[in-house]
């Protein structure tokens, strides 16, 4: 599912990342990193994650990797989940996360500021919910959020600016 994303980002070597309550298998895997054409050896197997039924493990693009564009002046993701993943209100300082649908769709990207705070999500559609979210040309709006001391005080809706339709164009809908 990630593998697709991260090879359209550019990105060539990965991390394992294990979340939660790990089972030994992942937790053995923690933090190697291997090129995103080699799959993580474990246990006489190679493969990347979902290592089993239940996993919660993922992978990231390894640090040096971060923030790198292949040349383009885009937003790319320090980690990918799938949708049905929580969405922590905190995370690594200035992280961003996408919750993909099956192989590569982007549903949403998940910003943090300094402090770990989350502070926007840009999603790619309205949710099922077009008289909720009239933006854009497929639904995609940004939900900007606004914290009081370690408390989110509001949630705003709100259309996507050109800016960051600019730099998030690879998983926004592009016009007709």
């Known amino acids: 599912m990630t593998m697709k994303l991260f090879m359209v980002y550019g990105i060539r070597k990965i991390r394992w990342s294990p979340k939660g309550s790990s089972c030994p298998m992942c937790r053995e895997l923690s ?14 197997s190679k493969k990347h994650p979902p290592l089993h039924k239940g996993c919660d ?10 923030g790198s564009t292949a040349g ?6 320090d980690e990918i989940k799938p949708k049905s993943a929580s969405t922590p209100r905190y995370n690594k300082s200035n992280a961003v996360v996408d919750y993909v649908v099956g ?18 999500q840009i999603h790619t559609n309205d949710h099922g919910y077009p008289k909720s979210h009239p933006f854009g ?19 705003s809706s709100r259309e996507v600016s050109v800016d960051e339709r600019r730099k998030n164009a690879g998983i926004l809908p592009r016009k007709r």
């Open 103 to 120: 192989d590569a769709l982007v549903d949403k990207r998940v910003f943090y500021d300094a402090e770990g705070k989350m502070i926007r």
């Open 137 to 155: 040309i497929a639904g995609e709006h940004a939900h900007d959020f606004v914290w009081d001391r370690d408390v989110i005080a509001d949630i």
């Open 57 to 66: 493990c993922g992978i990231e693009a390894e640090q040096t990797e971060r």
């Open 72 to 77: 383009k002046d885009q937003v790319v993701p």
């Open 31 to 44: 933090g190697k990193v291997v090129d995103i054409d080699n799959p993580f050896a474990v246990r006489g």
